[in-house]
């Protein structure tokens, strides 16, 4: 775990459903003494970096979001550069985010460039919204903001002194790869795609896949292995009739949560998610 005066680490990325708001209410339902991290839908990462634990395993299937991770480990001057060539204007925005139309042309390009084009588009497009179509092309629009923080160089040297300095393994696999093979003594936090509250809500587009309630008895079966190893998890979801269901073998506390992602801003308010736990 994080020791005083550690580098001050925080989340790059913009999240839909990130868990910065949330800190406050699931670091106090963590066990005591954590030894090893793993975090199989990592997304933003707000969990990981307020703890910043010295051993973990940090994973999510989107292989952009996974590569954003390696550049900001591996090569953080060179995707600090990468980002001053781009303006916040429509048309930069849509030039950048048509990159990956070209197949060809997308996959030769240095993969500094490529995390680059994720944090560019990740603080410029509507809502910080990672949407992919049916062919795994972005097409979350612009954003249209006054001052979006483009090139926070402090954040993310700060993330790369981080990921540095612990022992912090990096893949994006399918998640239940990740759980099979932790070792003893790991604890795991799970943040997958919610269950959607209702018919409108429902958003498949973080990966070109999407995540069906087929994925959420999966996910639940997963956790159930996790629990007959004695492998401690907390799992965040959307508070469904579904879910709680799902879920009652377990310990499940509601917390609040802001919806900051609905086209119908009176729509936009708290709603209550579960936090799933197997140990007291």
Do not use: H
């Not at 406050?24 to 634990?53: D, H």
Request: hydrophobic share 40%.
């Amino acid at each position: 775990m994080k020791q005083a005066g550690d580098t001050p680490a925080a989340p790059v990325l913009k999240w839909a459903g990130g868990k910065r708001q949330l800190l406050g209410a699931l670091i106090p339902l963590l066990p005591k003494n954590i030894t090893s991290y793993c975090e199989p839908f990592v997304g933003g990462g707000a969990l990981l970096f307020a703890l910043r634990p010295q051993t973990a395993c940090i994973n999510d299937i989107n292989d952009e979001i996974i590569r954003v991770y390696s550049v900001i480990k591996n090569d953080v001057e060179a995707l600090i550069a990468a980002l001053q060539g781009f303006k916040n204007e429509a048309g930069c925005f849509y030039s950048v985010r048509d990159w990956d139309r070209d197949k060809g042309g997308y996959a030769g390009r240095p993969d500094a460039e490529k995390a680059a084009r994720i944090l560019y588009l990740n603080k410029t497009c509507y809502n910080g919204l990672f949407r992919v179509n049916n062919a795994g092309e972005f097409n979350a629009p612009f954003g249209n903001y006054r001052n979006p923080n483009i090139i926070n160089a402090p954040a993310l040297r700060a993330a790369s002194a981080y990921l540095n300095t612990a022992a912090v393994r990096i893949t994006s696999l399918d998640y239940a790869k990740v759980l099979r093979t932790l070792p003893e003594g790991t604890f795991v936090y799970l943040d997958p795609p919610y269950d959607p509250v209702s018919d409108t809500s429902s958003f498949t587009g973080y990966t070109k896949d999407g995540f069906t309630r087929d994925d959420q008895v999966r996910l639940r079966e997963c956790c159930d292995g996790l629990n007959a190893k004695g492998i401690q998890f907390m799992l965040s979801n959307s508070a469904t009739d579904f879910i709680r269901e799902q879920y009652t073998a377990y310990s499940i506390t509601i917390v609040r949560a802001k919806r900051a992602v609905n086209s119908d801003a009176a729509k936009r308010g708290e709603v209550d998610e579960v936090v799933v736990r197997n140990y007291a």
